[in-house]
Every structure is written in structure tokens, then in C-alpha cells.
């Protein structure tokens, strides 16, 4: 069954899309089958891997309205174990059009249970904001991975987006786990780089990935390719790190699956490796 991750950070630009573009990749280019939920107005993880988000006939804005169902939504995209659920501007909308109805965290998490058990891996970006779309992610998700960007201000509004996760733990979802942090970004020449991981980790308790993102043109120049840093450039640094933060995740979602102790998982999982 799969692992549900949101991508969550309300503070803007810190490589929440980033981080989903090219971990789902990384994740799929490891035989892992992934699905990408963009649940972002903005639609660039959509147009990132691919998509024309102005072409859609359906987009998660439909699928949230129920105008359609998650299959109808459904892209395959033309990289190998890699779907995505796209979105467009359209779904700047949706908050409003959702005030007052009932159950309204909690439609994303009802269409995606139907297909849970086709995927390793769903990934969801999510927009720079707590709102209705952010806890519909996180009512959904198993857990939230959190991208931090390597600069001054990375602390701030880090105690809000925690405190929010506990309120959808208690209220909505109880089974939501802090997945981690990971820091984007990097920038080897400066000490603030350096700073930044070294605060934030004296101040943090939560799990800190090991793989640092570093700051890589080539990430930034891959998304108007329409592809992922692995196939856009499989040899560069961008590349070297999202692969490395693919391979982290796999083995702690491994490791959390021998504690369960799921023979038949285990089985599934093993046969992957070959
Ligand atoms: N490691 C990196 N190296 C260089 N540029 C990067 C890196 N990560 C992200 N960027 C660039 O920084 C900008 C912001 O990144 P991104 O869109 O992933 O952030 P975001 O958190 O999704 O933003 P938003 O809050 O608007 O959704 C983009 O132009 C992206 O190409
Ligand atoms: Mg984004």
C-alpha cells in the first residue's frame, strides 16, 4: 500500500514543487510506482513533468467539486511508473466554492483511498498556504515531508506549520507523522548555509533528512524542459541529491514496514529489489 507524503510549507518558494517534481521521479526511476498530486493553483509540478495544465479537460479542481472522479483526472505520463493528478488555475477557486460544505477536508482522501494500494509512493505539493487544500493534503497523507530552504528567514513559520500538523493528528487524520525535514537549496560558499542546518537542527526534534539539496541551476532550468532533473540532467548535482533523498525514503519507509512486521509486504518489497 502506499506511502502518502505531503509536501507541505506555507512559506513560499522554499522547493516544495521541486522537491515533488524530482523525488517522484527519483522514487519511480528506483522501480517504485509513484503518483504525483499537484494540489497547487500554480500547476507547476503539472507543467514540470510535463503537462500542458491550460489543456486539461479534468484537474484536481473537477475531482474536488465532484465533477469527476480521480481516474478521469488520471495522467500517465511518459516517464515509466510516474502518474500525476494535475492542476491549473482553475483550482484557485475551489476554497471558496468549498465554504460550508460538509466533509470538505476530507474529498481528496476519499478518492485517493480507492487507488492507495496501486502505488509505492503518492506524493502531494502542496500551495503556500494553511488552507482548505493544505488540510485536505494532510488529512490524506500518512506523513508530512518538510522543505527548508538554506536561508535567514528558514525558522519562521516553521511553529505554525507544526502546530497545524498536530491539529489535523487530532481532528481529522490521526494516523499524520511528521516524515521529515529536508533542507533545499544549498549553497556550499556561503557560511549562512551552513548556519541555517546547523540551527535549525539544534532546534529541531523532528527527523532531519541526511541528503541536502544543494542550490543547482540546472534544478531551476529542468521545469521549462517539462522534465525532471534526472532525465533533464541525469549527471548533475540536483540530480546526485533528489536520487539520494529517493533512496533515504525508501529505507525509512522500508524500516517502518519490518517494525510493522507485514509478511506480505515484505514479500511484495523484496521482489521490487530484483
Ligand atoms: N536546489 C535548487 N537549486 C536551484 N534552484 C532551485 C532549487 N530548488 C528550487 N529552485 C528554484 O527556486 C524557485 C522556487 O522553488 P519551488 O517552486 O520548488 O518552491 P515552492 O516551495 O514550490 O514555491 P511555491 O511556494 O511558490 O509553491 C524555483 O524557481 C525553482 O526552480
Ligand atoms: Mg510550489
Given at each position: 500500500m502506499a506511502r502518502v507524503i505531503a509536501i507541505a510549507n506555507q512559506k513560499g518558494g522554499v522547493g516544495k514543487t521541486t522537491t515533488a517534481i524530482n523525488l517522484s521521479a527519483c522514487l519511480a526511476e528506483?522501480?517504485?510506482k509513484?503518483?504525483?498530486i499537484d494540489i497547487d493553483p500554480q500547476g507547476n509540478t503539472s507543467s514540470g513533468l510535463?503537462?500542458?495544465k491550460n489543456k486539461l479537460k479534468n484537474s484536481v479542481y473537477q475531482m474536488i467539486i465532484g465533477e469527476c472522479t480521480l481516474e478521469e483526472c488520471l495522467v500517465h505520463t511518459a516517464?515509466?511508473?510516474l502518474d500525476v493528478l494535475p492542476s491549473n488555475v482553475n483550482l484557485a477557486g475551489a476554497e471558496i466554492e468549498l465554504i460550508g460544505i460538509?466533509?470538505?477536508?476530507y474529498i481528496l482522501k476519499k478518492e485517493v483511498d480507492k487507488i492507495r494500494d496501486d502505488y509505492d509512493f503518492i506524493l502531494i505539493d502542496c500551495p503556500p498556504s494553511l488552507n482548505t487544500l493544505t488540510v485536505n493534503a494532510m488529512t490524506t497523507a500518512d506523513t508530512v515531508l518538510v522543505p527548508i530552504q538554506c536561508e535567514f528567514y528558514a525558522l519562521e513559520g516553521l511553529t505554525q506549520l507544526i502546530h497545524t500538523i498536530n491539529?489535523?493528528?487530532?481532528?481529522?487524520?490521526?494516523?499524520l507523522e511528521m516524515e521529515g525535514v529536508v533542507f533545499t537549496m544549498f549553497d556550499a560558499r556561503t557560511n549562512l548555509s551552513l548556519q541555517v542546518v546547523e540551527n535549525v537542527k539544534s532546534n529541531l526534534k523532528q527527523n532531519i533528512y541526511k541528503t541536502i539539496i544543494p542550490r543547482n541551476v540546472r534544478l531551476a532550468e529542468a521545469p521549462s524542459h517539462g522534465l525532471p532533473i534526472n532525465l533533464y540532467d541525469p549527471k548533475s548535482a540536483g540530480a546526485e541529491g533528489y536520487r539520494q533523498l529517493a533512496i533515504e525514503v525508501i529505507e525509512k519507509d522500508d524500516a517502518e514496514m519490518y517494525e510493522k512486521n507485514d509478511i506480505s509486504e515484505i514479500k511484495y518489497r523484496n521482489k521490487k529489489k530484483h
Open positions: 528506483r522501480n517504485r509513484v503518483l504525483a510535463g503537462i500542458d516517464i515509466k511508473n460538509e466533509g470538505r477536508e491539529l489535523v493528528k487530532q481532528r481529522l487524520n490521526p494516523r
